[in-house]
């Protein structure tokens, strides 16, 4: 893949990575990137039924997460080893080694801050929950939890058809 940075601190996947609609006419013509689109924002990849991006600042979860309500989003979830396969290469894309995803401990029990279901585990390795309650992305094996004032850079992830 190729990198390509945004002025704006946003990682650019390849259009390749853009997944063409299931019921397009099958041509040469449709077939061409050209006629690949996304209903993702310029700067957000299409994976699965939502668009994520990348933000190159590193900050705290807690400002990260905030950040991401800005966008209209949340902190990325990873629900299945494709969706977190696919954000580990976008991370790995900007030279960065973790990010923080939007996974967090509340009353003993894991949870994604998007609302998503907790059913995929991919630990690596499993601090202290009671004093590293959030969820990092590690781009070499599964992720990891630390504290939630570090800053890494940071997943962003939305429906690209909410309001």
């Not at 390509?4 to 853009?18: A, I, L, N, R, T």
């Not at 590193?58 to 954000?87: D, I, K, Q, R």
Request: aromatic letters at 14%; a negative charge; proline letters at 6%.
């Amino acid at each position: 893949m190729e990198e390509k940075m945004m002025e704006d601190g946003e990682v650019s996947v390849p259009e390749d990575s853009v997944p063409v609609l299931r019921n397009a006419p099958v041509s040469e013509e449709a077939a061409a990137p050209e006629s690949r689109f996304s209903f993702c924002p310029s700067g957000w990849f299409s994976h699965g039924s939502r668009c994520f991006t990348l933000i190159n600042t590193p900050m705290n979860w807690y400002s990260a997460e905030e950040h991401c309500n800005g966008l209209g989003g949340h902190l990325a979830s990873a629900t299945n080893p494709g969706e977190y396969s696919f954000l580990q290469q976008m991370t790995k894309l900007t030279g960065q080694s973790n990010a923080w995803l939007g996974g967090f401990i509340l009353q003993g029990r894991w949870l994604w801050i998007d609302r998503q279901g907790f059913y995929y585990t991919n630990w690596y390795a499993q601090s202290s929950s009671s004093s590293c309650p959030c969820v990092h992305l590690r781009t070499s094996y599964g992720w990891g939890n630390n504290y939630c004032t570090s800053a890494y850079h940071f997943i962003c992830s939305k429906n690209p058809f909410s309001c």
